[in-house]
């Protein structure tokens, strides 16, 4: 069935093996400060950041991410 009127995607990567929020930050939001950058990376992407699994002892604190993550890389788009 076609689509009349596509909507706008947000955008969002796939990370790469041994990607940290980090990395992630530096790559994708290099025009912010790396901690601005983290905190909205992170808020952003809740399902991955809060996931219970990794909370318990992971370097760091927070969750590895995982290639197969959906990592978005700006905030929720409005209605």
């Given amino acids: 069935m076609p689509v009349d009127n596509p909507s706008r995607v947000r955008k969002s990567i796939l990370p790469t093996e041994g990607d940290t929020w980090s990395i992630v930050a530096k790559r994708e939001l290099p025009e912010l400060a790396l901690d601005e950058a983290l905190a909205k990376l992170q808020s952003w992407n809740l399902h991955v950041f809060m996931r219970a699994a990794g909370a318990m002892g992971s370097p760091g604190g927070g ?8 990592v978005f890389i700006e905030p929720p788009l409005a209605t």
Avoid: A, E
């Fill in 63 to 70: 969750n590895p991410i995982l290639p197969s993550d959906v």
